[in-house]
């Protein structure tokens, strides 16, 4: 499913707003927890009490790869962030930006379990902005295509950022940021081919 016209460019502005509000360059890393925390939203894992213990068990031991993160409503107007605690740190940024996705553009509470891979029930393109907004906020536009000009790796990328090493991939891909690198250098290489 294709991104409704006009959306990367708002998930670029939406992203410059944020990290200004949270005081963070677009080449810096984004703490996702202290963008939640910025909204008001609480961020709970899975260790929490008030869960039940088989629940708990279930989605931490037996299936832990079915469930990352859901935005949980709260009445009569608030929301908290429910993670899986035993996944990858890196992981859970990238979940924790991906529901904050859904706060940020104000998405409605039509996220429920489905079945058991572990898919929302929800609506594919509220789900593949959500998708968007969190690898634009964090992984900006500008800063995959300053690191391919700077012919970091996608290690790298994940390092910097802080995010996984698929996540940096899928950012300096869908940006186009290696191939605008290669086309500056070989623009490069021309001119100064030309005047040698």
């Known amino acids: ?15 410059l707003e944020v990290r200004e509000e949270l005081g963070v360059g677009v080449s810096e890393a984004l703490d996702p927890y202290a963008l939640a925390e910025l909204y008001g939203i609480e961020v709970m894992d899975l260790s929490h009490p008030c869960l039940p213990p088989e629940s708990v068990r279930y989605f931490t031991k037996e299936r832990p790869h079915v469930f990352s993160g859901a935005l949980v409503p709260l009445q009569p107007s608030g929301a908290f962030i429910l993670e899986n605690h035993v996944h990858h740190p890196r992981r859970r940024r990238a979940t924790v930006a991906h529901e904050m996705a859904h706060v940020l553009l104000e998405h409605p509470f039509s996220l429920t379990l489905a079945d058991d891979t572990g898919c929302r029930a929800a609506v594919a393109e509220i789900e593949e902005e959500a998708t968007e907004l969190s690898g634009e906020l964090l992984v900006p536009t500008g800063a995959a295509r300053s690191a391919a000009l700077k012919g970091w790796s996608d290690q790298s990328v994940a390092s910097h950022f802080q995010v ?6 899928w950012r300096m891909n869908i940006t186009g ?6 086309r500056s250098w070989n623009r490069w290489a021309r001119e100064h081919a030309t005047s040698a």
């Open 1 to 15: 499913m294709a991104l409704r016209r006009g959306f990367k460019k708002e998930a670029r502005e939406i992203t």
């Open 164 to 169: 996984s090493v698929p996540l940096a991939r």
């Open 177 to 182: 940021a290696r191939k605008i690198a290669a």
